[in-house]
Every structure is written in C-alpha cells, then in structure tokens.
T-cell receptor
C-alpha cells in the first residue's frame, strides 16, 4: 500500500513564526504536491515538485515556499505565518504522468494565532 | 482560468436512494477528470477517473460517472447509497491545473440517513 505521511496532525503557531510542514512518501513517486483545504473552497494547489530540487508554483503560492532535497520528502514552509494561513494542509504524491492517481496524506491542521 | 464547479454543497439522502452529484469543468482541451472521496477521519482517495473511451466509467464501491462532452459535465452516480457513503466528494480536473496539479471543485458533503 502507498503510504504518505505528514509530520504533524495538528500544529498551533503564532503570527510571524516560521513553520515547516513535512511530508514523506514510500512509493518512489516522482511527483509530490501540497494543497490546502478550506471549508467551502475545496482543495487548492500551493506547490508541486516533479523531481528532486525541482518545484513549480500552483494556484496559490503566495506566502509559501517548498523544499525537495530527497525524492521521498517534500517540505512546505511558511516563512512568516499569518492568520489567513490557518487551514488543513494536504500532501500528495504520484508517479510522473499527471494522469496517475494522487495519493494523499492524513493532513496537518494548522492554527495560526 | 481553469475551474471545476460542483452544484450541490450539501446533500442529504436516505439509504437505498439513488445519488447523482453534479460536476462541470471549464477547460475545453484534453480531458483528465477525477472524482475523489474523503470519508470522515480518512485520507482523500480516488473513486474513479476518466481520460478517453467509454464515457461511462466505473469506480470503486459501486460508483460510476458519465462524461458528457457537450455539457462539459462529469456527474457521479450510484444507484443505491448506503450509510457508509457519508463523506465529502470532490470532482477534479488535471487539464491546465498548474501542470500536473489538480484543480478541485469545492466539494459536496453527502450525508446518508439510515
């Protein structure tokens, strides 16, 4: 079974803090993705990566950055957390073709105070 | 801009009722459509996907979807729902959505009453 794990299920941070969200997949997938999920808005793509050290902006990259130093690990970074970044963050991975199924992690619920 | 529209945000049905959840997509090029489901407390998972061929595609757990090109629609259906189908359902489109990232609809929260 594909497993995508995220480092924390719940996080509480203060405005202005630097926040790291970690994601690890065990299926040797090339693609990894970060989405945020908000009630009534569905999921929105923040960033994705198709290879180590490669990254592409998604639909809402502002205020976020990412890092992919190893194939299995994809980190989302909030350089200076703000209250409007309070959300559920979902990581996903897939094989290289965009038509491949994306496998999602359990999510990290982030509260920024 | 790429968009996916789901018509119903909340649906309540009784067990054994038939289900149809609407989805419309805006992109007119290559078709890459998905339905994902999120059961309470569980990961988002794929129900079915469609790229080409027979416009009626079958997925897991008895779900199916019909692609109608002329209507830009990809509606999800199930003939007889069960209490365990209570979940949030998301339609998604790959085409043009940040290269290989998905563009999701806002979701439909389905509640099945026993």
């Amino acid at each position: 079974d594909v497993k995508v794990t995220q480092s924390s299920r719940y996080l509480v941070k203060r405005t202005g803090e630097k926040v790291f969200l970690e994601c690890v997949q065990d299926m040797d997938h090339e693609n990894m993705f970060w989405y945020r999920q908000d009630p009534g808005l569905g999921l929105r793509l923040i960033y994705f990566s198709y290879d180590v050290k490669m990254k592409e902006k998604g639909d809402i990259p502002e205020g976020y950055s990412v890092s992919r130093e190893k194939k299995e690990r994809f980190s989302l970074i909030l350089e200076s957390a703000s209250t409007n970044q309070t959300s559920m963050y979902l990581c996903a991975s897939s094989f290289l073709s965009g038509r491949e199924t994306q496998y999602f992690g359990p999510g990290t619920r982030l509260l920024v105070l | 801009a790429q968009s996916v529209s789901q018509h119903n945000h909340h649906v309540i049905l009784s067990e054994a009722a038939s289900l149809e959840l609407g989805c419309n997509y805006s992109y007119g090029g290559t078709v890459n459509l998905f339905w994902y489901v999120q059961y309470p407390g569980q990961h988002l998972q794929l129900l079915l996907k469609y790229f080409s061929g027979d416009p009626l595609v079958k997925g897991i757990k008895g779900f199916e979807a019909e692609f109608i090109k002329s209507k830009f629609s990809f509606n999800l259906r199930k003939p007889s729902v069960q209490w365990s189908d209570t979940a949030e359902y998301f339609c998604a489109d790959l085409s043009g959505g940040g290269a290989d990232g998905l563009t999701f609809g806002k979701g439909t929260h389905l509640i099945i009453q026993p």
